[in-house]
């Protein structure tokens, strides 16, 4: 090994050792900074989602219960039958005086043309 290098060059060799570990330690430093930034902006994302999940369940029960109790309230297959029933007899009752209406109409018909043509007198 021969001696010949002054200390101006073990300085200037030095510093640029050191020099390149602090830029790789700055450079680590600052990527994990990013990563940390990275992170936490994933953890405000998912609680941010997790809030408005909580919402819409409680909205959507809300809006189940709300239908669950309008379905108790509506009628039954029974009901309706019932309902039918009804409307059948009535529907029964209005022919029935349609029939009778007609045959009040042409009474009352053969009525006016007997006195028309004057044969009640």
């Known amino acids: 090994m021969n001696d010949n290098y002054t200390p101006q060059f073990w300085i200037s ?6 020099n390149i570990l602090l830029g790789a330690y700055v450079w680590f430093v600052s990527r994990e900074k990013a990563t940390r930034a990275e992170i936490k902006a994933v953890r405000d994302d ?3 989602l997790k809030g408005r999940q909580a919402e819409n369940c409680s909205l959507h ?8 109790e309008r379905a108790k ?3 039954t297959h029974a009901d309706i039958g019932q309902v039918h029933d009804r409307i059948t ?3 029964g009752g209005v022919d029935e005086l349609k029939g009778m209406l007609r ?16 044969e009640g007198k």
């Open 103 to 118: 045959g009040v109409t042409s009474n009352v018909n053969l009525l006016v043309e007997h006195h028309l043509r004057g």
């Open 73 to 75: 309230n509506a009628p």
């Open 46 to 48: 998912v609680q941010g």
């Open 61 to 68: 029960l809300a809006r189940t219960t709300t239908l669950e």
């Open 13 to 18: 060799a030095s510093t640029l050792v050191w």
């Open 89 to 91: 007899k009535v529907s």
